[in-house]
């Protein structure tokens, strides 16, 4: 029998708001059509888990409770996922797991929770409003209609290294001053968007081709 793609959901039962389980459930769907099993880990907290044995990596929302004590757990990892990330392998991480990919992310009750920093992003807290509602941005994957709930503002540190994910055309995004939603460094992407993102089907489609072409490397077959 052929091999599945294997997906690791970075910690399900903990990072998955507004169901944003449902990108995973999409991917299944679109990698099922092209003829392939598919087989996902839930790595929660203390499992062992080991980047290079998937072929894709998701890590969805949480709140500030969830996202606490996750980060604690997930300084485990960032070996496996900077080897991963770097390697140009396919990761998708949604509101609290992007946050989680950069250096920090300062809640509205002051802490800041320390994030893995791999991606020169941070996240910062202003009062002032808490970014909620549909959004629409642009991609190369085509639009993409989403939703939003979000305190965190994020910002870029090194420009030049990540690019946005989609120019905004409603909503709010990475912040309320830069016009961009999510972002973008290799393959690994980062997005506010849930709905969860992956309904989209240019950019689901998009991330399943690239899924494909990772196992195919990993299973030493040619693509
Ligand atoms: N707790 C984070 C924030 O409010 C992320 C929320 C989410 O993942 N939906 O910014």
Redesign the pocket.
């Known amino acids: 029998m052929a091999e599945p793609i294997t997906i690791a959901y970075l910690y399900e039962d903990l990072m998955n708001?507004?169901g944003d389980s449902g990108d995973v459930k999409i991917l299944r769907y679109w990698l099922n059509q092209k003829g392939f099993d598919v087989r996902v880990d839930n790595i929660s907290l203390d499992a062992p888990f080991n980047a290079e044995d998937y072929d894709f990596v998701f890590f969805g929302?949480?709140?500030?409770y969830e996202?606490t004590v996750v980060a604690r757990d997930l300084k485990r990892h960032k070996q496996t996922l900077t080897d991963y990330i770097e390697a140009g392998k396919p990761m998708l991480a949604i509101?609290?797991g992007y946050?989680l990919l950069g250096a920090y992310y300062e809640t509205s009750s002051g802490t800041s929770i320390p994030g893995l920093g791999i991606l020169p992003l941070h996240t910062v807290f202003k009062a002032d409003a808490r970014m909620i509602g549909d959004t629409e941005f642009v991609t190369d994957f085509g639009t993409v209609k989403a939703f939003e709930?979000?305190?965190?503002r994020t910002y870029f540190d090194d420009p030049e290294k990540l690019h946005p994910l989609g120019k905004m055309v409603q909503g709010y995004g990475n912040n309320p001053e830069d016009g961009v939603e999510g972002m973008r460094y290799k393959n690994t992407f980062g997005s506010y968007a849930?709905g969860p993102i992956l309904k989209n089907a240019g950019i689901a489609k998009g991330i399943a081709d690239l899924i494909v072409k990772n196992h195919q490397s990993r299973i030493g077959q040619p693509a």
């Open positions: 708001t507004y929302g949480g709140q500030d996202q509101c609290g946050q709930n979000h305190s965190g849930h």
